[in-house]
Every structure is written in structure tokens, then in C-alpha cells.
């Protein structure tokens, strides 16, 4: 059975539309209105082995703030329904993460506990038609509506592209890791019977 999680979250500043498989192939269909993040969902996608649906309309008149902040928002609960009990997955994930001269550090518990830690300095305001500072607050985003814990550590900055991509891949990457099922784990993997 696919753990997939559909969301659809509409404001006045917003609409989303989203459905995330975890059990996917890097499938995706994604339109933001803002072409360096959907590169980069289209990179946590495929580097994730998820599958991901997403249209997003946004006050993009404004600026890009709203759109990135409430598609993490919506990733973040999609997140939280497919893993749904989280019987059986390894729940943690880390991965360090080359990307050409840049190396980031990304680990997750998916412990059911939202924490943050994002210790990575950007050096330009924008990449393409993406507010750099964004990407901070999209990942705080996930992090809180998941219930997950979250930190990335720039080990080696550099270009700013080549770090935003970093780590979004090793997102990917370490998300991926803690949603495997492991056959070992019978009920859920904490000491305290829950998550």
C-alpha cells in the first residue's frame, strides 16, 4: 500500500493543491509560479524517490514569501498523513551532501516533536525569482506542520545556488531514510510506545 498524504490548503493569500507519495519513483508535476523553487522540489522529488503533485496559486504580486512559506506549510502535512502511524520506519535520517564545492549536513527525527536548527548563511538576497531568506522559512515550515525535528549545518558554503540545492537534496535524502519501513521494527520505534 502507497503512504501517500493529500492536502489542499486555501487563504487569501494563497491556494495549494498537494499529494505526496513516499512510496513513489521521483515523479513529479510541480508549478509554484517561481522557477528556481520548483527546481528545487523538483530536485527533493527525485532525489527523494517520491512522487509529488503541486500547483500552487500565490499573491506572487506581493512578493514570493506567502507561496514558499505555505507550501511548506502543506508539504509538511502531507508529510505527517503518508508516514500516518509511523509503524515499522526507521524515523531517523542524516546525510551529508556534496554539491560541487559545497557541503551541507541534513538530519531528521521524525519524532512527532517540531525543533528547527538552520545554521547555513546565504550571501545573496535572491536566486532566480526566489528570495534566498526563504528558504529557511520553508523548512521551518515542514518542520513545525510534520512534527519533525529538523537541523542543517553548512559544513563547506559557497555559491548560493549550489548551497540552496544542497540542501534541499539532502532533505531529500534524509527524509527518505527515516520513512524506509524497517521489517525489524515491529510497532513504532521509541522507548515510549509512541510518536
Given at each position: 500500500?502507497?503512504r501517500?498524504?493529500h492536502v489542499?490548503?486555501?487563504t487569501?493569500?494563497?491556494?495549494?493543491?498537494?499529494?505526496?507519495?513516499?512510496?513513489?519513483a521521483g515523479?513529479?508535476?510541480i508549478?509554484?509560479g517561481?522557477?528556481f523553487?520548483?527546481h528545487?522540489?523538483?530536485?527533493?522529488?527525485?532525489?527523494?524517490l517520491?512522487?509529488?503533485?503541486?500547483?500552487?496559486?500565490g499573491?506572487?504580486?506581493?512578493?514570493?514569501?506567502?507561496t514558499?512559506?505555505?507550501?511548506?506549510?502543506v508539504?509538511?502535512?502531507?508529510?505527517?498523513?503518508?508516514?500516518?502511524?509511523k509503524?515499522?520506519?526507521?524515523?531517523?535520517?542524516?546525510?551529508i551532501?556534496?554539491m560541487?564545492?559545497c557541503?551541507?549536513?541534513?538530519?531528521i527525527?521524525?519524532s512527532?516533536?517540531?525543533?528547527?536548527?538552520y545554521?547555513?548563511?546565504?550571501?545573496?538576497?535572491?536566486?532566480?525569482?526566489?528570495?534566498t531568506?526563504?528558504?529557511?522559512?520553508?523548512?521551518?515550515?515542514?518542520?513545525?506542520?510534520?512534527?519533525?525535528?529538523?537541523?542543517?549545518?553548512?559544513l563547506?558554503p559557497?555559491?548560493?545556488?549550489?548551497m540552496?540545492?544542497?540542501?534541499?537534496?539532502?532533505?531529500a535524502k534524509?527524509?527518505?531514510?527515516?520513512?524506509?519501513?524497517?521489517s525489524?521494527?515491529?510497532?513504532?520505534?521509541?522507548t515510549?510506545?509512541?510518536?
Open positions: 500500500m502507497e501517500t498524504g489542499v490548503r486555501k487569501k493569500e494563497t491556494e495549494i493543491t498537494l499529494t505526496l507519495n513516499l512510496d513513489g515523479i513529479y508535476q508549478d509554484t517561481i522557477g523553487f520548483d528545487m522540489l523538483e530536485g527533493f522529488t527525485r532525489h527523494g517520491f512522487d509529488l503533485d503541486l500547483k500552487a496559486n499573491d506572487l504580486i506581493v512578493d514570493s514569501h506567502h514558499i512559506e505555505d507550501t511548506g506549510i508539504l509538511g502535512e502531507a508529510i505527517k498523513k503518508a508516514v500516518g502511524d509503524k515499522g520506519i526507521k524515523r531517523f535520517g542524516s546525510v551532501l556534496p560541487d564545492e557541503l551541507v549536513l541534513c538530519s527525527d521524525l512527532g516533536r517540531p525543533y528547527f536548527v545554521d547555513v548563511e546565504l550571501t545573496t538576497d535572491r536566486v532566480g525569482y526566489m528570495d531568506e526563504m528558504v529557511k522559512e520553508f523548512f521551518y515550515s515542514i518542520s513545525y506542520s510534520a512534527g519533525m525535528n529538523l537541523h542543517f549545518k553548512m563547506t559557497g555559491n548560493n545556488h549550489h540552496i540545492e544542497a540542501i534541499f537534496k539532502s532533505f534524509a527524509l527518505d531514510q527515516a520513512v524506509i519501513i524497517d525489524r521494527i515491529d510497532d513504532v520505534l521509541s515510549k510506545g509512541t510518536l
